[in-house]
């Protein structure tokens, strides 16, 4: 899935945001302690929103980026390689497959900002939790 500015989205999934503290008036100490957690905020799945900005690209995986090395280091050296070094190669290529199949029909993957209908904003979102509408 693509996500641009502008799209519309769901929430695929809840997530859960953090505490919720409560400091009336006197409650914040001069270190600024907030007073005691009254809560947890939440977003619930199916809420929808409007995407306003496509940060960037999540980071590859580590077994992503280690089939991208193997890979290389196999086709240009692999013909001078032993042969025992070869098939060692080759089997540690063949174990990162299907990651790195999972992340090519994948493709790349964003963090979004999101602007919910009902007035909150989730910065730096992951797309894996959105549906496009």
Known sequence: ???????????????????????????????????????????GAG???????????LPESHEVLEYQRLRSLFEDYGHTMPAASRERLEAQIAVLEPEWAAHR?????VTVRVRWDNGFVLDGAHQDVLTPL
């Open 1 to 43: 899935m693509t996500l641009e500015e502008g799209r519309r989205v769901r929430l695929a999934e809840d997530i859960g945001i953090g505490e919720a503290f409560a400091a009336g008036p006197g409650e914040a100490g001069e270190s600024g302690e907030t007073g005691a957690v009254v809560g947890f905020l939440s977003l």
């Open 105 to 109: 029909e994948r493709g790349r993957r």
């Open 47 to 57: 809420i929808e929103g409007t995407v306003e900005r496509v940060d960037g690209e």
